[in-house]
Every structure is written in structure tokens, then in C-alpha cells.
């Protein structure tokens, strides 16, 4: 595919989403970065803003298997992968996929399950692979997780392990509607949901094909180095206790490089880069209490970093 040709193909899919998500362009195509770089979304919102819809709406568009895994107190980590089931017949035991196994996965609530069943999802999210019985099963290709939490809750869930918010890829929310766009959806709804009709754009071989043409954009070693750079800076921040872990110079290097291809370019820039600092960065960060405050989340440490990380200068589009 030629650079043309994959910008065409990114723009119908996030114009193909957004019939179902109004009014947020910036979710929509910050959720399409995440499938195109293999990357898990984690989205922290409160109830009724559409989590669930833009996953069926990403699944539909790209014609994918879709599962939603509401996740309980009770469930089970077999429950999420599957379990060897002894068959009569054949006097063996039979491997019974669980619902991870699908293209795009929607983990509802996972701060609503025990420690015990969120760590099920480890291997799969880092690896695309399950393990159960000592036999390793692959996922399909590709395979996409969006686990929502509701951020204002805390009765009766478990809040993630600090392993687990570092798999994923990025952290971002939906957040609520203009009163124009709500109304516009309230007006959509009134006979039958959008999702209901809406019709595959792109199918799976083109998503792949898109996600191999994020690891073909260029990436300057001064602009790796600046990436980079952001990252250590993190790590002697006053406001945290820990940075951000390796794995998020990677994701800001991969997500960097897929926002230069929905761009039409085949180089990253350092803007690629301060760009999506702000969405992979901050949930790998643990504050110090004295600083919660201050930094609100963490969002203030983004800012100081860029402003005291050299940006580069005079770095080439293209070698």
C-alpha cells in the first residue's frame, strides 16, 4: 500500500466509527492508534458515554468477532480463557475456548473482579497467547482488548496492579457529550441504534495490513533519543515515586509512529511524540501522596517533562 492509500483506508474506518461515537473525533481515532500499534485501551469514564459502543462499533467496521466479558466478583479466570472439559465420548479432555478468544475483546468493568481473574489477562494482553493446562493456545490475529473502569467507584472493586495498567497501551476517557451532539444522538436512537446498521468498511486482512505499515514508519534516532529522554525524565520527577517503565518508551515510539501514518507521512516528528505522551504515559506513573494534589493525576508531570526535555532540532523527515 501506498501512503495515499493508507490514509484513505484510516480515514474511512475512524469516518465509519464516528456515525456511532458523535463528537469525539480525538477518542475515536486516539482507539484506532491503539489497534493499529497491537496495543490493549483502557478506558476510565463514567457509566452511559459510550465505552461499549466504540468497541462494537471498531469491531463492526472492520467485520471482527466481537466479545463482551462482564467482569464480577465471582468470575473465574477460566471463565475469561476457557477450560479443559472431559469428553465421555472420546475419553480425552477438550480445550473450550472462553470469550478472550475473538478479535475484539471488551473487558467491562475490570476493576469489578478479584486480583486472582484480572491476572488471566495478562498473558494474553502481553503476548496474545493462553495458557491453560500447560497447553498454549494463540489468539486470533488481530486481537484487541478495551477494558472500561468507572473512575468514581470504589465499593466492592480492586483496583488494577500497577503490572496490569502498564500493559496497556494507553489510558484515555470519553467524557460526556455537547448538549447539540446529545441531542443528535437522543434524536438517532429514537427508532433503532446507529450500531445496528452499521456495515463493515475495511476487513481483516486490511487491518493487518495496517498495522505492519506502523512498524514500516521512519524513526530518527534524535527523535528516539527525545522519546526516550521523556521517558527517564519521568523517572526523577519530584511528583512520582516511579516513572514510566520501558514499555512506555515503546508505546510512545509505536503510537508515534502510527499517528504520523493517519497523517500521511511515513517519518515521526517530536510533535508525534509530546503528542501522545499525554495519552500512554500517565497511568504508569505512581505519585507521591504529597503531590496528588498538585499534579492532579499525573497530567501535571507531562507538562513539566516536555518542558524541560530539548527537543531536537533540524531532525530530517526521511533518511
Known sequence: MDDREVKSRIRTLTSNIEKVIRGKPETVELSVIALLCKGQLLIEDVPGVGKTMLARAIARSIDATFQRIQFTPDLLPSDVTGASIYNQKTVEFEFQPGPIFANIVLIDEINRTTPRTQSSLLEAMEEHQVTVDGCTYRLPDPFFVMATQNPIEFFGTYPLPEGQRDRFLMSLGLGYP???????????????????????????????????????????????????????????????????????????????????????????????????????????????????????????????????VPVPIGVPGRE
Open 178 to 308: 455537547s448538549f447539540e451532539t446529545e441531542k443528535e444522538i437522543a434524536t438517532d436512537q429514537m427508532i433503532r441504534h446507529p450500531i445496528e446498521s452499521l456495515e463493515p468498511v475495511l476487513s481483516l486482512s486490511h487491518a493487518r495490513e495496517l498495522q505492519s505499515a506502523v512498524m514500516e514508519v521512519h524513526v530518527d534516532d534524535a527523535v528516539l533519543e527525545y522519546a526516550v529522554s521523556l521517558v527517564h525524565a519521568t523517572r526523577n520527577h519530584p511528583a512520582l515515586l516511579l516513572g514510566a517503565s520501558p514499555r512506555g518508551s515503546l508505546a510512545l515510539v509505536r503510537t508515534a509512529q502510527a499517528s504520523a501514518l493517519i497523517d500521511g507521512r511515513d517519518y515521526i516528528t517530536p510533535d508525534d511524540v509530546k503528542r501522545m505522551a499525554h495519552w500512554v504515559l500517565p497511568h504508569r506513573f505512581i505519585a507521591r501522596e504529597r503531590s496528588r494534589t498538585r499534579f492532579g493525576n499525573c497530567v501535571g508531570v507531562i507538562k513539566d517533562v516536555l518542558s524541560e
